[in-house]
């Protein structure tokens, strides 16, 4: 019998941070309730397609805006992508920047983190009754899925975007901002974006299998900056409102950019030569 070479078809999940999480982008939607063995996601997934590529869209603080960052249930958010089948996942983030010429309204396209979370699971394997066996030490190099960093950019560039092509984000817990002293040090640090949500978001999805890419725009200079008033969130969700059209419009483009490409190599390896490196197994 012959054998299938076809590629493995792609299923696109979109995490749409703060302000973007508008299911206009999807045809033929509908939208499914979810539940996981780490109890249920931020909210219904909706699933529909962007120009015949199937796609799954999920608010990650809720369609209400009412899960603050420490809250949202990450690996439920994850499990539910993958339960759902998806082989990708594309998010968007709004952050504050560490580097000067990074400006508020620049895209960029993260390729690692520094974790500051201190509240938050960070693996599926955790010994509970219902979730996998056994005990996952992965590596997060890379932590970014470098070909949808790469898809992501082009995309960017073909919509005539400037974009930042690499960045160290550094995850906070929140809700509170830096302080100016933390704000130094992780500048000091290397660290060139702020958030409160990569972490363990790029984490669960490596975990799962999953190609994660993240867009992020810059929305602030945090608190660093002399002679500037420090972050807050009014600018914030101005800046994000301004720009946000900008990541809508690369997140439609490069989901018909990603099925354009074969990732059968890609897929296969996340689900299964990562996660074999990484099992402690017990039988
Ligand atoms: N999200 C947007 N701006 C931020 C900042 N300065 N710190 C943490 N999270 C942010």
Redesign the pocket.
Request: net charge negative; hydrophobic share 45%; with cysteine.
């Given at each position: 019998k012959d054998i299938n070479l076809d590629p493995l078809p792609v299923k696109i999940g979109i995490i749409g941070g703060s302000g973007l999480d508008d299911p206009d982008i999807l045809e033929n939607r509908k939208a499914t309730e979810i539940d996981t063995p780490y109890g249920a996601p931020s909210d219904a997934l909706i699933e529909g397609e962007i120009a015949g590529v199937k796609c799954v869209l999920l608010a990650r603080h809720g369609r209400k805006h009412n899960i603050m960052p420490s809250n949202v249930n990450y690996r439920a958010n994850i499990w539910a992508m993958r339960q759902v089948g998806c082989t990708h996942l594309i998010v968007s983030t709004?952050?504050?920047s560490l580097r000067e010429e990074i400006r508020p309204g620049d895209l960029v396209m993260p390729n690692d983190f520094i974790d500051r979370t201190t509240k938050r699971s960070q693996t599926f394997f955790d010994g509970g009754g219902q979730s996998p066996q056994g005990v996952c030490h992965l590596s997060m190099y890379p932590s970014f899925s470098e070909r949808v960093r790469e898809v992501l950019i082009a995309t960017a560039k073909e919509l005539d975007y400037n974009v930042h092509e690499k960045a160290t984000i550094v995850t906070?817990e929140?809700p509170r901002?830096?302080s100016r002293s933390e704000s130094n040090m992780f500048r000091q640090w290397g660290g060139d974006l702020?958030?409160?949500t990569t972490c363990p978001e790029v984490v669960l999805a490596k975990e799962a299998g999953l190609l994660y890419g993240s867009v992020a725009i810059a929305?602030?200079y945090?608190c660093w900056r002399m002679g500037c008033e420090g972050?807050n969130v009014q600018d914030?969700l101005k800046t994000f409102g301004e720009n946000v059209i900008k990541v809508k419009n690369i997140l439609v483009k490069a989901v018909q950019n990603i099925a354009k490409q074969d990732w059968s190599e890609d897929i296969l390896n996340a689900k299964v030569i990562n996660l074999l490196y990484s099992y402690d197994f017990i039988f």
């Open positions: 709004a952050c504050g906070i929140g901002f830096s702020i958030n409160m929305t602030d945090d972050v914030v």
